[in-house]
């Protein structure tokens, strides 16, 4: 049986309910090049679903030594702070549906390992605050995903056991994260980065299989 008795859907942000990997990487290709360096998209791979910290830990070793770490750190935050991201533009279609049908049954949370402010601006573009009895940033704890605590803590603050929650993710490190906490996973199917999927304990096509799943209780 692989559903007992759901109370609790803890949604990842980025890959999830915006498809704004992409986005992201695209903004990170453009800073390189303003600074005369050439990077690819696959080189950009890894940092999908990792906290900020290793982000720019990572992406200072693309960085050819130009700079010491903080100088580099500081003109990232600062170029990504400078960016008028459109995430109504990359939100999935099918969340609006998704999340409203579970929020009359479920407790519904975000556990992102972006940033609170990233969060928060992402949600109030696409209206999606309303749905969400928790949000939970990974800038909230020492390590994020693949960490597990972002997740333990989530549970513990919405009060359900393990078995009665169920967490949607996208990243391998988001789903190592979902797996160290005991917690089962449905992954989104990633269709363009070959992120690894295979430690889920399902790969769903599209968001409102979560519906289907729950429901089913398969």
Not at 28 to 39: A, N, P, S, T, V
Not at 93 to 113: F, G
Not at 176 to 184: E, V
Not at 190 to 208: M, P, V
Request: aromatic share 12%; hydrophobic share 40%.
């Amino acid at each position: 049986m692989f559903i007992i008795m759901i109370k609790t859907v803890i949604f990842d942000m980025d890959g999830v309910i915006f498809d704004s990997e992409t986005m992201y990487i695209n903004d990170l290709i453009r800073f390189f090049k303003q600074h005369d360096i050439e990077i690819q998209v696959n080189d950009c791979i890894p940092l999908i679903g990792i906290d900020s910290k290793l982000y720019y830990e990572h992406a200072y070793t693309m960085w050819n030594g130009k700079t010491d770490f903080m100088t580099f750190k500081n003109m990232l935050q600062e170029y990504f702070s400078s960016l008028d991201r459109d995430y109504k533009a990359v939100v999935r279609p099918q969340i609006y549906s998704v999340l409203e049908h579970l929020s009359k049954h479920y407790k519904i949370a975000l556990a992102s390992s972006s940033r609170l402010y990233t969060i928060n601006n992402a949600l109030d573009q696409a209206g999606l605050r309303k749905y969400f009895s928790l949000i939970v940033s990974g800038e909230q704890f020492k390590e994020s995903k693949p960490n597990p605590e972002i997740y333990l803590y989530t549970i513990k603050e919405l009060n359900v056991n393990k078995d009665e929650a169920i967490i949607i993710e996208d990243s391998s490190k988001g789903i190592l994260a979902a797996n160290r906490a005991g917690i089962k996973v449905l992954a989104l199917k990633d269709d363009k980065f070959g992120l690894d999927q295979s430690q889920a304990d399902i790969i769903i096509n599209e968001l409102n299989d979560i519906i289907k799943l729950i429901e089913k209780g398969a």
